[in-house]
């Protein structure tokens, strides 16, 4: 195999020629489709007039109806077999894992996987952790207690298949975890970008560097990752810091290589559509932003057949420097659930992220809400610095940082700061943004 | 682009559908054993797992492919 077969986790995919991957994606997905009806009540009832025999290229896979999570919702409410519904695709009892969404925009929906389908899993995230530089000298700390949440096990689980020593950090508190770090030279982090930050302070805080704490490498999940502020935490702890998307639902679909430079989709265990966000049925151009369609096509305990993730990411080209040619993705706008028409203008809150992360790193903590004054929306922004300033600094503090939103997301804020320590942290996913004119 | 060997990738789906068959073998000696049929069962979900990485490359591939790997 020569110096390259260390390269690649599975160095035949990963450089396959795009219309092997694509023809072994559609066979894979008349498989799982095929699967799919036989098996779950959902799809049996939900693609009764369409053959397995029918899909021969991409254009017939867009003739097949997506399906979301209140799809996923209803198939499992009250429905038998219990707890998971017609969503099963394997006789219950071979149910081996349990997983459930993190509830954020509803009712959990429970992700049941068999042995088969959760190694299915950990072969994915296998991949992502050799990409991000994992090998079998790393020792991967997990500051997490993982619950019910998928997030965590996935990697911990990819860890020890890669020969990693993992060392869970539940049930420690963040400075409980800071030194189990030192005390086990831990060489490698899986956490999200917000606690990444938080154990960072909070190291600072008690007189440690975390950039002398010889964490080499982090992969993050479970929120999103602005490169900016990836930037920030690969400059807190002096580790190379890698992002990677996916869900309880469909699994991790996309991940960083070490040119850090977007994401790879996960071919061909996924075929990820990037379609517009208007109509749902044309795959964008490259550079483009749109929603992301994902079947996980070998994980059949929980069969997905182009779930709509609502994930609205920019695709780019498979033409990375690393040499893997799977297509990629050029950045996340966040999730379509989280955009929001504020004065007529279409928002996000990554964009804030991203613009304090880059330019204001004397910003520690912020947060975002939005509120009806009167007839008009009115959205403002609460700002922690890091230490205390004099009046006048902190006015021009303000004003810049209002200016600079003003120019990227066409938004006027009203910025105010707060005293350092004044707003919640975070240990799993941020809140930081609040609409208020839901309530 | 880096090339792959067909022959490699044949003589490995090979030996995974020998695997998957003895396995199957051993599974169906062993029905009603747990030890048996809880271990068999891991097997397959692994070589489930090869087919994505390597039976389907090596199906895929026509005849003839390039040369392995050198940059």
């Known amino acids: 195999m020569g110096v390259l077969g260390r390269k690649y986790w599975n160095p035949f995919v990963e450089t396959l020629p795009r219309e092997k991957l694509n023809l072994i994606q559609i066979k894979n997905f008349r498989k799982i489709f095929s699967y799919a009806k036989e098996h779950s009540a959902l799809y049996r009832e939900k693609h009764q007039g369409i053959s397995p025999d029918d899909i021969r290229t991409i254009e017939d896979i867009r003739r097949i109806p997506l399906i979301d ?26 149910v081996s894992t349990f997983r459930q969404t993190s509830g954020t925009t509803g009712t959990p929906v429970y992700v049941p996987e068999s042995w088969e389908s959760w ?32 997030a965590f096990w996935e990697g911990h689980f990819a860890a020890e298949k890669l020969g990693c020593t993992v060392i869970p950090g539940g049930a420690l508190d963040t400075k409980g975890r800071l030194n189990k770090i030192q005390e086990l ?14 154990m960072a302070e909070t190291a600072r805080s008690l007189g440690l560097s975390p950039r002398e704490m010889g964490i080499k490498r982090m992969v993050c999940a479970g929120e999103p990752l602005p490169d900016a502020t990836r930037k920030r935490l690969e400059e807190s702890w002096n580790a190379e810091v890698y992002d990677h998307i996916g869900g309880t639902e469909p699994c991790a679909w996309g991940a960083m290589c070490e040119e850090r430079k977007g994401l790879h989709i996960m071919e061909p265990y996924f075929l990820v559509e990037i379609l517009d966000m208007e109509t749902l049925s044309r795959e964008v151009e490259e550079g483009e932003m749109g929603v992301a369609v994902v079947t996980p096509l070998g994980r059949r305990s929980f069969p997905l057949i182009r779930f709509n993730t609502k994930d609205v990411v920019r695709k780019g080209k498979a033409d990375c420097a690393c040499g893997r040619t799977s297509m990629m993705i050029q950045g996340m706008a966040g999730r379509a659930d989280d955009l929001r028409k504020i004065r007529g203008v279409l928002f996000t809150p990554v964009s804030v992220e991203e613009v304090l992360r880059a330019e204001f790193c004397e910003i520690t903590e912020y947060e975002i809400v939005v509120e009806r004054k009167g007839i008009m ?18 006015k021009e503090l303000m004003k810049r940082i209002s200016e600079r939103l003003k120019m990227k997301t066409n938004l006027r804020f009203f910025v105010r700061p707060v005293k350092p320590g004044t707003l919640p942290r975070y240990t799993l996913k941020s809140k930081r943004f609040k609409d208020c004119r839901e309530m | 682009m880096i090339g792959t060997n067909d022959e490699l990738l044949r003589q490995m789906k090979t030996k995974i559908d020998g695997i998957e068959n003895l396995v199957h073998e051993l599974k169906a000696l062993g029905e009603g054993v747990p030890v048996i049929e809880k271990n068999t069962r891991c097997i397959l979900s692994f070589t489930h797992t090869l087919t994505f990485g390597i039976s389907d490359v090596a199906e895929v591939n026509n005849e003839g492919g390039e040369k392995i790997w050198e940059k």
């Open chain 1, 377 to 394: 929306d009115e959205i403002s922004l609460t700002v922690e610095p890091e230490q205390e300033t004099g009046e006048e600094v902190m």
């Open chain 1, 185 to 198: 030279r831990a060489t490698a982090l899986l956490n999200t970008p917000t606690y990444g930050l938080h």
């Open chain 1, 69 to 94: 999570k209140e799809d996923l919702r209803r198939a499992q409410a009250g429905k038998e077999p219990f707890p998971f519904g017609e969503l099963l695709g394997v006789p219950v009892e071979e």
């Open chain 1, 119 to 150: 190694q299915w899993r950990v072969e994915v995230w296998c991949h992502i952790l050799w990409m991000a530089g994992f090998r079998e000298t790393d020792r991967v700390f997990v500051p997490f207690g993982y619950n019910v949440y998928v």
